[in-house]
C-alpha cells in the first residue's frame, strides 16, 4: 500500500509554546494559522502538525496523492483502495470513506496499543 506523506498530529496545550519547541529543533512553520490553533511544522521530509483543542489524542497520519511538501503524486493509491485492503486484512476501521466517491476523503483505525490512526486524501 502506498500511504503518502507521513506526519505526527499532535494534540498540544499551548500552541505558541510547542511552535517555540519545535523551532529550536530546527522546524519551520509549513501550513496552518496560529489563530486558528493549528500548524504544520516541517524539518527536511519530517512533518508535525501542532493542533490545540481540537482532538484529545496524538494521531498517525498518512496523506495518499501527496509527498512531504504537499505536492500531489501522479502514483498513488486511492483511500478506498486502502480501505477495501484493509477490510479484506480484517482491520476494524472507526470511520469509513464511502467507497462510491472519488477526491478528498479519510479513514481512521485504532493500532493494538490505542493509537489513532488517520489516513488523509486530500487530492
Do not use: C
Request: proline residues 4%; hydrophobic residues 40%; aromatic residues 8%.
Amino acid at each position: 500500500m502506498k500511504l503518502g506523506a507521513f506526519s505526527i498530529s499532535l494534540s498540544v496545550k499551548d500552541i505558541k509554546a510547542s511552535k517555540q519547541f519545535y523551532e529550536k529543533l530546527g522546524f519551520t512553520v509549513f501550513a496552518g494559522d496560529i489563530e486558528k490553533n493549528y500548524l504544520i511544522m516541517k524539518n527536511g521530509d519530517a512533518l508535525v502538525g501542532l493542533f490545540q483543542g481540537m482532538f484529545e489524542k496524538n494521531i498517525l497520519t498518512f496523506n495518499p496523492g501527496w509527498n512531504a511538501d504537499a505536492e500531489k503524486l501522479e502514483d498513488f493509491d486511492d483511500v478506498r483502495e486502502i480501505q477495501e485492503k484493509l477490510k479484506e486484512s480484517k482491520v476494524d476501521l472507526v470511520k469509513e470513506a464511502d467507497p462510491n466517491t472519488s477526491g478528498p476523503e479519510s479513514i481512521t483505525l485504532i493500532d493494538p496499543d490505542g493509537n489513532p490512526v488517520l489516513i488523509d486524501q486530500h487530492v
